[in-house]
């Protein structure tokens, strides 16, 4: 055990992350008192706070089963990392909200941040930044971008993935998609971007973006 996490604690990070495998999130208070064998709610408060301490997992006071586990609280079990598969986005039309209940098991070298989440890619809009049908990229959000970043937006007729321009004369933003036969798309009050093209998963590895050009050519 690393960074003296006790046998009670490491347990409970155990069951953290078997959740995440089988159901895609973390578990309620009553799920862990029940599989901790404890009852009352401080016993796991006090075990999941000393989790936090020691830097192996973290969470948002504000929603429900918001447990994310840390690159430290996977090698304390010594298992592979998980990452968020956000399911399917358009390059191309729009697809429905992002998921947030599906996992995906990495190999043991792939170094990821608590932020990011893998998208599939559906549709060629962006086939000459490198991005083709069927790719699987990965995203991590973010809430500052730069002019010709891949980004993932939500619209409100879905999410899309598109790159982001921005220049001095009208229209001062908009999504720019990377085939010719698709037209730009205009941003709108309801836009908003979520995350940032970060790479692509090739062959269980990450392909950084090229970040000179902000594509994978």
């Not at 836009?191 to 990450?206: F, S, V």
Request: aromatic share 8%; hydrophobic share 35%.
């Amino acid at each position: 055990m690393k960074r003296g996490v006790t046998k009670r604690q490491k347990e409970l990070l155990g069951i953290i992350y078997e959740s995440f495998k089988s159901d895609g999130y973390s578990p309620s208070f009553d799920e862990l008192k029940h599989l901790l064998n404890v009852k009352s709610n401080q016993a796991v408060v006090d075990l999941l706070n000393a989790l936090e301490t020691k830097g192996l997992i973290s969470k948002n006071e504000g929603k429900a089963r918001s447990i994310v586990i840390s690159a430290e609280g996977y090698n304390s079990l010594n298992l592979p990392p998980l990452i968020l598969n956000a399911g399917t986005s358009y390059a191309g039309g729009f697809a429905a909200s992002l998921q947030n209940d599906l996992w995906t098991q990495l190999s043991d070298e792939v170094k990821i941040n608590q932020d990011m989440f893998l998208l599939e890619i559906c549709g060629d809009s962006m086939i000459e930044a490198g991005v083709n049908n069927g790719d699987i990229l990965v995203a991590k959000r973010s809430t500052e971008f730069t002019n010709r970043d891949i980004v993932v937006a939500q619209l409100f007729e879905g999410t899309t993935v598109k790159r982001f321009m921005t220049q001095n004369h009208p229209p001062h933003k908009f999504l720019k998609p990377e085939n010719k036969k698709y037209d730009i798309i205009l941003f709108k009050p309801d836009t908003k971007m979520q995350a940032k093209i970060m790479g692509k998963m090739e062959n269980g590895k990450i392909t950084p973006i090229n970040p000179k050009t902000k594509s994978f050519i």
